[in-house]
Structure formats: structure tokens, C-alpha cells
């Protein structure tokens, strides 16, 4: 049998039927038939203690059809079962003649109930849930009430990816959460209704069963970074989804949210965690800035200094240069070349490494001639 078949199953046991309750009206008038009779014949016989006992069955006979007669608020509706099966709805408020013993009347709200699942903030124990559940004690209209707290709704979120800046959200990451949503709803069937649901307990399980269903759908498939930037989309896909399939319970879904989701201590861990580790990279890329400018200064020093020696270097060479030139040209002596040829000899080689002997001397001489004639060339 399918869903759909089970529905439609359920919708025709839900089905009131007024014959049942002209039947069970037949039946209530038959039997006050009866006690009339019984009270007329039975009037003049006496109980020891004086009483008619025709005016005690007519006195019951009379209570009886006074408690038969039931008013209701336009707040209820009335589902009156015979034998256990639906035979009248009332509602709109009025008298309305429901023979006691005959037929169950059962009261249902009919106003717009809003209830927070999966409780609200005070009642949801968020200990292990190895803990067995608390009982709390809550003042409701003046009265002590024991109230049972209720477990949370856990929901894991997806595993983030590797993605490039991932890492520098601390909602990139995976984590359990417990999220809360509230319903705004009302009965509009109340055969249906007691026949799914029962009772509001009933209903509240229902609606939080849906609820998480539908939660998990969205929750496994996001980390929770697209869950805070998916939050209104997800808000309004909750909306829609809870008001599909509810008419099969007899209510009908006014109105539904969701509370901002809670991520917790998990996620305060998380941004501890991120910090201390941005804080270390901040320091390791803070000493190593510290390091480059360093070796920059110290290359720039170097650098400053060699084209400073190298400079005065150069100047010191061109100004001997001169003044030898300056020699030659007002000697012209072959001592003057002689000296000449061993200062250029000199600042070519190095000194310490110019020895002007017997044999090489002409060789110094031809240098020093050559440096002179194309240094008066260029003049």
C-alpha cells in the first residue's frame, strides 16, 4: 500500500458520519423512553426511608439530559465519537445535545497555537545525551509544575573544502550544531487530528520530526559559512517545505522560522585556535621582514661604499696622470719618459710588482710612449 493509499485510508476513517449520530440520538431517546416508563409505573412505590422511587428515576432522568447538553466556545472545536468512530464536529460555539455515556466528546483548540521546537531555550538540555533528562520546576499561573526537559536537535555540517582563503574563515569548518525553529498552526480537522496526532504532544513531535528532516536536507550539504550567507534562502525553503503534507495530520502550518543557528563553544574554539595561529604568522613574517630589510641595508651599505672608494680610486689615478703628462711635455727628457713609463707600469700592475731593469727597460719605455701619444691624441 502506498502513502497516497494510506492517506486516503485515513481520511475516510477521520470522515464523521451523521447517521452514526442519529443513531446514537435514537438510542439515547429510547433509552430515556424507558426510564419515563420505569418512573411513571414505579411512582407510588416507596423506599423505606419514604422517597418515590419514580421521583429518583426521573430526578436521574433529568440530571442525565442536563449533562447531555454541551456548550462550547468559539476557541474549541467538539469531535463527538460513537463507539470510536467520528460522528459529529462541533463547532463555532451553541448548545449542542451529545447524550452522555453514549457518545466521547473530545475538546480541541481551534485557535492559532504557536509552539518553539525542539523546546524553548530554558527547556532543552544540551548535556551529553548519555545524561538521563532533568525535571525542572516552573510556576505556571501560580501552580508548581515538574516539566522534563527535552533533548536538542544535533545536526553536522559539511566538511570544508580545500578552496583557496577557506582557512581565513572561521566558519570554514565542520561542526555540530543544534538549531531551533517555531511553528505557528492551527487544527482543521479535528477527527483527523485525534486520529494522527492525538494530542498537542503528539503534534509537537510530528512537526519536530518534520523539521529536522527538512533542516537536514540543507545543513549536511553547507559548512557552516554558507549556511550564515545562505540563511535566508534556507529560512524561506523551511517555510515552504513545512507546510507541504501537514492537512494528512489535520492542521495546517500558519506561519514557521527559524532561530539564527547557534554555533556555540565549537566555533569559539575555532576562532581561538585562528588567531593563535595568525598571530604566529604575523610574528614569523614580522622577523623575516626584519631580516630582508637588514640584508638590504647592509647591501646598500657595501654598494655605497665600494662606488665610494672606487670613485676616489679613480680620481687619485687621473690626477697622476696629469701631472706626468704635464712633466713629459715640458721635459721631454728620456728621464721624464723613464719615469713616466714606471708610474704607468706601476698603477697597471700593482705595486710592489714593477721592476725596471737593464733588459726590460725598453719595454717599459715603449709602454709609457705609447700611453703618452695616445693621451696627447685624445688632448
Given at each position: 500500500?502506498?502513502?497516497?493509499?494510506?492517506?486516503?485510508?485515513?481520511?475516510?476513517?477521520?470522515?464523521?458520519?451523521?447517521?452514526?449520530?442519529?443513531?446514537g440520538?435514537?438510542?439515547?431517546f429510547?433509552?430515556?423512553?424507558?426510564?419515563?416508563?420505569?418512573?411513571?409505573?414505579?411512582?407510588?412505590?416507596?423506599?423505606?426511608?419514604?422517597?418515590?422511587v419514580?421521583?429518583?428515576?426521573?430526578?436521574?432522568?433529568?440530571?442525565?439530559?442536563?449533562?447531555s447538553?454541551?456548550s462550547?466556545?468559539?476557541?474549541v472545536?467538539?469531535?463527538?465519537?460513537?463507539?470510536?468512530?467520528?460522528?459529529?464536529?462541533?463547532?463555532?460555539?451553541?448548545?449542542?445535545?451529545?447524550?452522555?455515556?453514549?457518545?466521547?466528546?473530545?475538546?480541541?483548540?481551534?485557535?492559532?497555537?504557536?509552539?518553539?521546537?525542539?523546546g524553548?531555550?530554558?527547556?532543552?538540555?544540551?548535556?551529553?545525551?548519555?545524561?538521563?533528562?532533568?525535571?525542572?520546576?516552573i510556576e505556571?499561573?501560580?501552580?508548581?509544575?515538574?516539566?522534563?526537559?527535552?533533548?536538542?536537535?544535533?545536526?553536522?555540517?559539511?566538511?570544508?573544502?580545500?578552496?583557496?582563503?577557506?582557512?581565513?574563515?572561521?566558519?570554514?569548518?565542520?561542526?555540530?550544531?543544534?538549531?531551533?525553529?517555531?511553528?505557528?498552526?492551527?487544527?482543521?480537522?479535528?477527527?483527523?487530528?485525534?486520529?494522527?496526532?492525538?494530542?498537542?504532544?503528539?503534534?509537537?513531535?510530528?512537526?519536530?520530526?518534520?523539521g529536522?528532516?527538512?533542516l537536514?536536507?540543507?545543513?549536511?550539504?553547507?559548512?557552516?559559512?554558507?549556511?550564515?550567507?545562505?540563511?535566508?534562502?534556507?529560512q524561506?525553503?523551511?517555510?515552504?517545505?513545512?507546510?507541504?503534507?501537514?492537512?494528512?495530520?489535520?492542521?495546517?502550518?500558519?506561519?514557521?522560522?527559524?532561530?539564527?543557528?547557534?554555533?556555540?563553544?565549537?566555533?569559539?574554539?575555532t576562532?581561538?585556535?585562528?588567531?593563535?595561529?595568525?598571530?604566529?604568522?604575523?610574528?614569523a613574517?614580522?622577523?623575516?621582514?626584519?631580516?630582508?630589510?637588514?640584508?638590504?641595508?647592509?647591501?646598500?651599505?657595501?654598494?655605497?661604499?665600494?662606488?665610494?672608494?672606487?670613485?676616489?680610486?679613480?680620481?687619485?689615478?687621473?690626477?697622476?696622470?696629469r701631472?706626468?703628462?704635464?712633466?713629459?711635455k715640458?721635459?721631454?727628457?728620456?728621464?721624464?719618459?723613464?719615469?713616466?713609463a714606471?708610474?704607468?707600469?706601476?698603477?697597471?700592475?700593482?705595486?710592489?710588482?714593477?721592476?725596471?731593469?737593464?733588459?726590460?727597460?725598453?719595454?717599459?719605455?715603449?709602454?709609457?710612449?705609447?700611453?703618452?701619444?695616445?693621451?696627447?691624441?685624445a688632448?
Amino acid at each position: 500500500m502506498t502513502q497516497d493509499q494510506d492517506i486516503e485510508k485515513l481520511r475516510k476513517l477521520a470522515a464523521p458520519h451523521f447517521s452514526l449520530y442519529l443513531f446514537g440520538i435514537t438510542l439515547s431517546f429510547l433509552i430515556m423512553g424507558i426510564s419515563i416508563y420505569f418512573s411513571y409505573t414505579n411512582w407510588d412505590i416507596a423506599e423505606t426511608n419514604g422517597i418515590s422511587v419514580g421521583a429518583l428515576a426521573a430526578a436521574g432522568l433529568t440530571l442525565w439530559f442536563v449533562l447531555s447538553l454541551r456548550s462550547l466556545k468559539n476557541t474549541v472545536f467538539g469531535a463527538a465519537f460513537l463507539f470510536g468512530k467520528p460522528a459529529l464536529k462541533m463547532s463555532g460555539g451553541g448548545l449542542w445535545f451529545v447524550p452522555l455515556g453514549i457518545f466521547q466528546v473530545h475538546i480541541i483548540p481551534a485557535v492559532v497555537m504557536q509552539i518553539q521546537l525542539p523546546g524553548e531555550p530554558e527547556d532543552v538540555q544540551k548535556t551529553s545525551d548519555k545524561e538521563p533528562l532533568r525535571v525542572a520546576i516552573i510556576e505556571i499561573d501560580g501552580k508548581e509544575v515538574a516539566r522534563t526537559k527535552v533533548r536538542p536537535i544535533r545536526i553536522t555540517t559539511k566538511r570544508p573544502g580545500n578552496d583557496t582563503g577557506a582557512n581565513d574563515d572561521p566558519l570554514n569548518t565542520q561542526l555540530t550544531i543544534t538549531p531551533s525553529f517555531w511553528y505557528r498552526w492551527h487544527v482543521v480537522d479535528p477527527f483527523l487530528y485525534e486520529l494522527a496526532l492525538g494530542s498537542e504532544a503528539g503534534a509537537a513531535q510530528n512537526l519536530r520530526d518534520k523539521g529536522e528532516t527538512i533542516l537536514t536536507q540543507h545543513i549536511t550539504k553547507m559548512t557552516p559559512a554558507e549556511l550564515t550567507s545562505s540563511f535566508k534562502d534556507i529560512q524561506d525553503a523551511f517555510e515552504a517545505e513545512s507546510k507541504k503534507d501537514v492537512a494528512e495530520w489535520g492542521i495546517a502550518i500558519e506561519d514557521s522560522g527559524l532561530v539564527p543557528f547557534d554555533y556555540g563553544k565549537a566555533i569559539a574554539v575555532t576562532l581561538d585556535n585562528i588567531g593563535i595561529a595568525k598571530g604566529e604568522v604575523a610574528i614569523a613574517t614580522s622577523a623575516a621582514a626584519k631580516t630582508i630589510i637588514a640584508a638590504e641595508a647592509e647591501k646598500t651599505k657595501r654598494t655605497l661604499e665600494g662606488e665610494g672608494d672606487g670613485a676616489a680610486e679613480e680620481s687619485i689615478r687621473a690626477g697622476r696622470g696629469r701631472g706626468i703628462q704635464a712633466i713629459a711635455k715640458v721635459t721631454r727628457s728620456q728621464g721624464a719618459q723613464t719615469v713616466l713609463a714606471a708610474e704607468v707600469a706601476e698603477n697597471t700592475i700593482g705595486k710592489g710588482d714593477v721592476i725596471i731593469g737593464t733588459d726590460g727597460i725598453q719595454q717599459v719605455l715603449g709602454i709609457g710612449k705609447k700611453m703618452m701619444e695616445r693621451k696627447e691624441d685624445a688632448l
